[in-house]
């Protein structure tokens, strides 16, 4: 099982007790908090030999198609391990222009059956990153019965939804203060907190609230997937520690389980590991 | 111009099928028991799709399926064999936003029309592409598109386009929003969406922090879109009540004639606009047409709903000078009130002579579901699902009143 990191800071790219980084490719991807450009993901390519994923999911306008493909046919000079996608114009893309570069579904809160995974693998996509409000069962059984590449993200603030709309500048124009680029708001009855983030595509949500996932990394190991992934952001503190000792918890086959007790101080939120959504209210 | 647009209606239950489709959609959109985005409304039993479709079909009209669920493993389990008995009953089109199930489809029932769901967001050309050659019939566009973007589109694509005209409006991209998820452990993409985006948050600053939107209103701009060549026009709100389905339906089936028969009005087109406008529960915007959404598209203090007390009455009957209906809203002897009906009559009079069910005179009626009885003259007839309105209030002036 290898494991991927997404960096909040641009000089947490030096840790490399890992098998590979996602990097938000800089006004092509959302719901990131570090983006890179092009040429510095280039820079970057230059000089590692771990995998590097590119995060190119933004729901895409006309208007950005053209610079769309001319952005893929470049990142497909560099040997890519991958692509994250959410708007299906990459994948047309990819077909059209016969890219080599292999895709991996992204579809943030979509990924969530294997035949659907299997579908998309049928379609040439190599890779999955799994949805986050699914339950650690139902992930084992799309592990065990898709043959696209599973990837699951354990440790992280997940994001929770994506609007166009530049919600807090306007929350601000109303107030009649000077916006913000950040703010964290939380829902009265239930507590819940969400950390909203704005920049030029839009508002991105997150739960501001790490799911720890330690606790399910030797089910995954168990179950065969093929990656998992930490993002930084929420765990600045100790994310380079949490890093080194995830990757050293992995290569030892979880056998240590001292690592999943000294990250109990994340917090005790495992998300929707063991906890089924419902969605029909009335019988 | 040459094919008519599609008046699409949603129908959360077999009546509101009837009347929709009777008020002048062409086509209405419904979603089965399972695997619909609207898992509380009450949706249609197997039977109740055939019935619906058989209603539909010898009308001429249509009916699509919404089976646009973001499916989970388990929710694979029965789809096939559902689908299979959907086609059986007769309907038109599926709904989907999975491609899996779109593959399936196209694969198993070819003669079926499927219909790409905004809950892909699909927001540009090359998208469409990808699901044309994947045999996708329509796409279903983002409710976040300019009048350029759709212009470009539609433009641009093989397959029909369609784009909503009017009613609420989620404040993520469709599909890409699990707040429902977080806060309520309701699965917004399996149905259960709780419309977290219409809560209010704690801030930290002065006041709490909202995120509504007003609702959608496109008339103003139908021209627009017809000339553009969209396809079909969609109405949200499976969850409406019967009156405000029959005034937006009417409204626009109205609108949408006048246009094509060059015969539409500035003074139509306000009567038109005001009949929307009141029918309304939250104030309206166009949202992306013209403009990026902005400030004005938004609430800034919670839930800003109104309620409507003007829908009177249900018509049952017309006989011999008598008009039978079941009340809704109160009302009295002396108030101005037009009566509606799905051919598209407006007749409004004054409420003269009012009796119970028993025949015995009344000033006032104020028991919503009983039956009462109108006296009134009237040269033609009134068909099954007219409705009754209030115009104005008998002591309300005619100024400050409106249709």
Known sequence: ?283 | MMNKVELLSPAGDLERLKVTLLYGADAVYIGGQKYSLRANANNFSLEEIKEGCDFAHKLGKRVHLTLNIVFHNEDMDEVEEYIGQVVEAGIDAFIVSDPFIISYIKTNYPQVEVHLSTQNSTSNYKAIEYFAKEGVDRVVLARELSKKQITEIVEKSKVDIEVFIHGAMCTCFSGRCALSNYVTNRDANRGGCAQVCRFSFESGEEKEFTMALKDMNMAEYIQDLIEIGVRSFKVEGRMRSLYYLAVVIGTYRELIDRIYDHSLTEEDMKVFQERLDRVANRETSTHYFMKEADYTDQYYSGRSELSNQDYLGQVISYEDGLLKFYERNYFEVGDTVELFTPKGDHIEFVVEELFDKEMNPEEVARHPDEIYYLKILLKQEVPEYSMLKVVRRKNESVQSSSL
């Open chain 1, 1 to 283: 099982m290898k494991l991927l990191i997404e960096v909040s800071k641009k000089e947490d790219l030096s840790i490399d007790s890992v098998d590979g980084y996602i990097l938000a490719l800089k006004d092509y991807s959302v719901e990131s908090v570090c983006s890179f450009t092009l040429e510095e993901i280039k820079e970057f390519v230059s000089h590692t030999e771990k995998e590097v994923f590119v995060k190119c999911n933004k729901n895409f306008m006309n208007e950005e198609i053209e610079g769309l493909t001319r952005v893929l046919k470049e990142l497909d000079t560099l040997s890519l391990t991958g692509i994250f996608y959410y708007d299906l114009a990459v994948l047309e893309i990819k077909n059209e222009y016969s890219l080599k570069t292999d895709l991996v579904w992204s579809q943030t809160h979509m990924v969530n059956n294997y035949k659907t995974c299997n579908y998309y693998h049928s379609k040439g996509v190599k890779y999955a990153l799994l949805g986050k409000e699914i339950t650690l069962e139902e992930i084992q059984e799309i592990i065990k019965n898709s043959s696209i590449t599973c990837m699951v993200e354990v440790i992280s603030k997940p994001s929770v939804a994506f609007s166009k709309r530049k919600l807090i500048t306007h929350f601000y124009q109303d107030l009649g203060k000077p916006s913000k680029k950040e703010i964290v708001v939380r829902e009265k009855m239930t507590d819940t907190p969400y950390q909203l983030l704005e920049d030029e595509s839009g508002t991105s949500f997150f739960m501001n609230v790490v799911t720890n996932g330690t606790g399910v990394i030797k089910d995954l190991l168990e179950a065969e997937c093929p990656y998992i992934i930490i993002r930084e952001f929420g765990l600045e503190e100790y994310f380079k520690e949490l890093v080194q000792d995830t990757y050293s918890y992995v290569q030892g086959n979880c056998l240590d389980e001292s690592y999943v007790e000294k990250y109990k101080k994340i917090g005790d939120s495992t998300n929707f590991f063991f906890k089924k959504t419902i969605y029909r209210v009335k019988k």
